[in-house]
């Protein structure tokens, strides 16, 4: 049984007993935080997929209306499928339900929000652009109405220039000196240029670490708990609760000690194999179970939808 099969069986076990609203409340936030954030990992803890991605999107939904971030990254899934109606529904959805979001962590920042308008708008000029094709299939139609192929000239321009505009800034840039966006090819070429810096990459279909031109492949907890690590942690220490971290936890938000250590010693491990210091990562136990990270040069690269933060 999956993670969100028992979610979802205490979830409806819950349901039945109205003495339980709090209990109810923390089993839902957990299964809708492993839908939206897990769902596309699903059945595999390597590789990205798409339908379960958009399968586990469309659960959270039904557990949680009003969720922007869910319909957000379901806007950017239809878009990639051209299916540009359906994601011009999901974009508005998003922007439409961003003060009716329950959970902060599930509205948009400010560069969602900027990207979910730009993704709105481009849905809507391709379905002009679609209906004006079909009006050119219907040529007398056409004459008699007076609409003319040139008229759809500006249409294409402008719609070719926030396609380039997009791919352009699909990707984000993440160094200690601040946040840039970039195109996928650009990314790619940063892997191999950067010296004596840690690329952490969120591709399209797999999550990397590389360093000094060796490269491991990481589960997406492992890349995950990687970019909280280099964000976060070499300005203080690493806890079990850390809020940043997203080894699963159970129904009280909680997470075993053991868990975290054997989840960091896995870490741990992918960094030994890219040849980095072995005490990159050091256990303080002196302090209880903490973590410090030491400093050193980075890179993280995702598609700009794939973040909440």
């Avoid at 499928?81 to 400010?110: P, T």
């Avoid at 652009?129 to 007076?146: S, V, W």
């Avoid at 984000?172 to 990459?201: F, N, P, V």
Wanted: glycine share 6%.
């Amino acid at each position: 049984m999956s993670l969100v099969e028992v979610y979802q069986e205490l979830y409806n076990r819950l349901r039945k007993r109205p003495d339980d609203g709090r209990e109810l409340q923390s089993i839902r936030s957990l299964l809708v935080s492993t839908l939206v954030e897990h769902g596309t990992y699903l059945k595999t803890v390597y590789r990205r997929n798409d339908r379960w991605a958009k399968e586990s999107l469309q659960k959270a939904l039904r557990y949680e209306p009003d969720n922007s971030i869910a319909h957000y990254r379901l806007g950017f899934l239809a878009y990639k499928e051209k299916e540009y109606a359906e994601a011009q529904v999901h974009f508005q959805q998003a922007l439409k339900l961003q003060d009716r979001c329950g959970e902060k962590q599930y509205r948009l920042n400010e560069q969602q929000l900027y990207y979910a308008n730009m993704y709105l708008a481009n849905s809507s000029l391709h379905m002009a652009a679609q209906a004006y094709e079909r009006l050119g299939k219907l040529p007398a139609a056409a004459e008699r109405e007076g609409v003319a192929g040139t008229e759809l000239s500006p249409l294409y321009e402008l719609l070719g220039r926030n396609e380039a505009f997009l791919e352009q800034h699909a990707f984000c840039q993440i160094t200690r000196d601040g946040r840039a966006t970039c195109s996928k090819e650009e990314c790619e070429d940063a892997l191999a240029d950067r010296s004596g810096t840690i690329m952490l990459y969120f591709g399209n279909r797999e999550t990397s670490l590389s360093y000094e031109g060796r490269e491991v492949a990481l589960t997406q907890n492992q890349g995950y708990a990687m970019r909280h690590f280099l964000l976060q942690a070499a300005d203080r220490p690493i806890t079990a609760n850390d809020g940043g971290l997203v080894f699963y936890r159970d129904a009280h938000h909680e997470m075993k000690s053991s868990t975290f250590r054997k989840n960091i010693e896995r870490l741990r491990n992918q960094l030994a194999e890219l040849a980095l210091d072995s005490h990159l990562v050091t256990l303080q136990t002196a302090r209880g179970m903490v973590y410090d990270f030491r400093y050193a040069p980075f890179c993280i690269m995702h598609r700009v939808d794939d973040f909440c933060d």
